[in-house]
Nanobody, 115 residues
Framework: QVYLRESGGGSVQPEGSLKLSCEVS????????MNWYRQTPGNQREWVAS???????DYIPSVTGRFTISRDNDRRTFYLQMNSLNPADTGAYFC?????????WGKGTLVTVAT
């Protein structure tokens, strides 16, 4: 069974920073693309960023230049460094990966950006 566990959420003021982590078990971590999603209030869950096995990163346009996804294969963990946060970034953040055609999710971590 594949397990993902997020950490690092919290409350921050606008223009602040947070770094999310996702620990993964149950698969060969270095062979899988890793993803971050989020669900902001009143909206559907959306893809935010991904990092390939070759460490190639992709981002939704609204976070490009502010968020950085990275991975540490030895620690079986990947990260989302979030800078210049604004209230529109408030929501639940989920990490996810696919193994053998099945999408696995973590339970999420909450990010609140407010004064």
């Amino acid at each position: 069974q594949v397990y993902l566990r997020e950490s690092g959420g919290g409350s921050v003021q606008p223009e602040g920073s947070l770094k999310l982590s996702c620990e993964v078990s149950g698969l060969n971590f270095r062979l899988h693309k890793m993803n971050w999603y989020r669900q902001t209030p009143g909206n559907q869950r959306e893809w935010v960023a991904s990092i390939s096995t070759e460490h190639i990163a992709d981002y939704i346009p609204s976070v490009t230049g502010r968020f950085t996804i990275s991975r540490d294969n030895d620690r079986r963990t990947f990260y989302l460094q979030m800078n210049s946060l604004n209230p529109a970034d408030t929501g639940a953040y989920f990490c996810a990966t696919v193994r053998e055609g099945t999408l696995y999710w973590g339970k999420g971590t909450l990010v609140t950006v407010a004064t």
